[in-house]
C-alpha cells in the first residue's frame, strides 16, 4: 500500500495525475491525522484554512484504508462536485479500485408513478408547465439516474416538480407498480454496493431519525464517516431531531387524497368534501399569521387573532379526513399511504398543541404562501450521540469554521462529542501579503442606529471606486439588503446584483462573467460561495452575525442557560457569530493569488471586549483604519492635489 507521504510528494501519485497539484504541509499533517483516526475507529474534529485541500487530505486515507466510506456533505453543490469532480480525481490518481455512488434524498429523483399520473391527469396548470412535464417525461424516459440535477432545461425550483417526485408522504414503497424501475431503489442498491458512497447532511439525518433514506442500511457496514462542511451538522440535527409540519404539506395531501379516490374508480362525496374542508383549513392557518417571512414563538403565535381558532379547526378537519382515509385505505395503495400521511400529521399537531416544553421548543414559520410548525430540541448533542455508539467505526467532522481561536469547545458540545481530538491547520495563504482587514473610522457607534445601513455605504463607496467594483456586499438583515440597494441603485457605474433577482447559481454566474459586478447578499451568499481571481477583491460585512435574540429557538436555549447558571453571550451567542462571520470572511480569499479587502463596518470590533478575541480568530491580514491604504493597494490612491 503506498504510503501518505509518497502520494502527497512533489513527483507522487497526485502530482503525476492533478494538473498544478503542489505539496502542502498542512495537507499532509491532515491526512496522517485523519489516517490514524481511522486506524483506531476514533472521533476527530479538524479544522482546515481555506486552501489546505481538506477533500484530498480525507479522500486519501480514506481510500487507501480501504473498507466502506460515507462522506457527507452541507449542500447538494458540494456533494455533485465531490462526486463528479474530486473523487473521480484521487481514485485515479491513486488507481484506486473502490466503486462510488452517489446517493440524495428520494425527492431528487423522477418518481415514475406520480409523472405517468401527472401526466395522464394533466397535472399541469399552464403551458409553461406542461411544457416542463413533457421534457421531465423525455428525461425519464432515457437517463440512468432519474436525478434531476441533470435535467437543465427544467429549473431546480419549478413547481411542477412536485408531482414528478415523491416524498416520504406519498411514496408508495414496495406496493408500487414501478417499484422495480424505481430511480430512488436503484440509486439505494447501488450505494449498498458501492465502497464510497457520497451523501448530504440532510439525508443523513432523514435516514437517522425517520428510517427513510435508505443509510440505515449502509451504517453497519460503513468503516469511516466522513462529513464535511461539518459546522452546519448541529443546526440540521436540531432540524430533524424535532418535528415540522406545514400547511403546504397539508394541502398536498388534500389534493393526493381526491387524486388516489379518482384513481380507484369510485366517487366519495363525503370523503371529497372532507379533502376540500381540510384544503381550507390549511390555507386559513396559514392566513391567521398575516405577513412573511416571519418567526414567531409558540405563545406570540396564539397571540395572534384568529389563530388558535384557525389550529383547532386544523386539527379537527384533519382527524376526520384521517378517519375517512383509514376506512378507504384497502381500496388502493394509494389511498392507504394517504391514510399513513393523515396519521402521521394529526400525531405531530397533536405534539405541537399538547407537548411538554420543557425540553422542546414550539415555533411558527411564516413564509409567503406557508406556515411551517416546528417542534425543535433545546439539545441535540445527546441525540446525535446516540447515533454514533451503536458500531466502532471512525467519525470524522471536518470544515473551514469549527474553532473559535483554538478553542473547540462550542462545536464539540453542540454535537455532543467532547472527548473527540481536535486538530486545526492554518491556511497556507499569505494573508499578511494578500489582503487587508479595513475598520473604518466615523460610523455610528450603535449599530442598531437607523442610519447605520446609510453609514455602511458612504463608507463603502470609495473602497468600491477604488476596487473598480468586484465586491460582495454583505448584510445580516434583508431590511439592511433592501436599504442599500436603494442607495447604490444608479450611483455606481458598475452591474449590481442583488439577492432574490434570480438564483444564486445564475447571480453568482453572471458575477463571474461581468468582472466588475456588485452583489448585495444576505445569509445565502455568506457560505458555500466560490468566486476565485479578480472577480472579487472587496467582500464588506455590514455587522456582526449575531442571530436575533427573539428568534424562537435561540431565546429557548439561551433562557435554558440562564436556568442552569452558565452565560448564554460566552457559550452560546458569541461562538455562532465569530463561526459565521469566519464564514462570510472566507469568501475574500480562495486562492493563493487572490488578493483583496475585508471591509468589517461593525463598531463593536474594537469599542467591546469581545471584539479583540473575534479579529483574532479571522484570517491574519494586515489590519488598517486608513481608507488611503486601501485605495493604494488597489493602485488608485488619489494624490493630494485631486482631494480638493
Known sequence: MKSLEQVFSPEGALAGAIPGYRRRAEQVEMAQAIREAIESTGVLVAEAGTGTGKTFAYLVPALLAGGKVIVSTGTKTLQDQLFDRDLPAVRHALASGASAALLKGRANYV????????????????????????????????????????????????????QATSTRDNCLGQSCPDYGDCFVMRARRNALAADVVVINHHLFFADVVLRDEGIAELLPACNTLIFDEAHQLPETARLFFGDTLSSHQIVELARDARGELRSAGGASPELEALANRLDKAARDLRLALGDGPLRLAWPQALGIAGFPEALIKLRSALKMLDAALAAQAERSEGLGACARRAGSAFAVLTR????????????????????????????????????????????????????????????????????????RWESPFQFADQALIYLPKGLPPDPNDPAFTDAVIEAAFPVLEASGGRAFLLFTTLRALRRAHELLRGRIEYPLLVQGTGSRSELLARFRSLGNAVLLGSAYFWEGVDVRGEALSVVVIDKLPFAPPDDPVLAARIDALKAAGRNPFNELQLPQAVLQLKQGAGRLIRDERDRGVLM?????????????????????????????????????????????
Request: hydrophobic share 40%; with cysteine; net charge negative.
Open 111 to 162: 418518481c415514475l408513478y406520480r409523472l405517468r399520473r401527472a401526466v395522464t391527469e394533466g397535472g399541469a396548470t399552464s403551458r409553461e408547465e406542461a411544457g416542463q412535464l413533457q421534457r421531465i417525461e423525455r428525461f425519464a424516459a432515457t437517463s440512468t439516474t432519474g436525478d434531476r440535477a441533470d435535467l437543465a432545461d427544467v429549473p431546480e425550483d419549478a413547481p411542477i416538480w412536485a
Open 600 to 644: 468589517l463596518c461593525d463598531p463593536r470590533l474594537l469599542s467591546r471586549a469581545y471584539g479583540a478575541r473575534i479579529l483574532k480568530s479571522l484570517p491574519p491580514m494586515k489590519p488598517t483604519r486608513d481608507l488611503a491604504e486601501v485605495q493604494a493597494f488597489f493602485g488608485r490612491a488619489r494624490l493630494p492635489c485631486e482631494s480638493g
Open 352 to 423: 405541537l398543541m399538547e407537548t411538554d416544553a420543557r425540553e422542546d421548543v414550539r415555533w411558527a414559520e411564516v413564509f409567503g404562501q406557508s406556515v411551517q410548525l416546528h417542534v425543535t430540541p433545546l439539545h441535540s448533542g445527546e441525540l446525535f450521540r446516540r447515533q454514533m455508539d451503536d458500531h466502532p467505526r471512525a467519525w470524522i467532522f471536518t470544515s473551514a469554521t469549527l474553532a473559535v481561536g483554538d478553542d473547540f469547545g462550542h462545536f464539540t458540545r453542540e454535537l455532543g462529542v467532547p472527548e473527540a481530538q481536535t486538530l
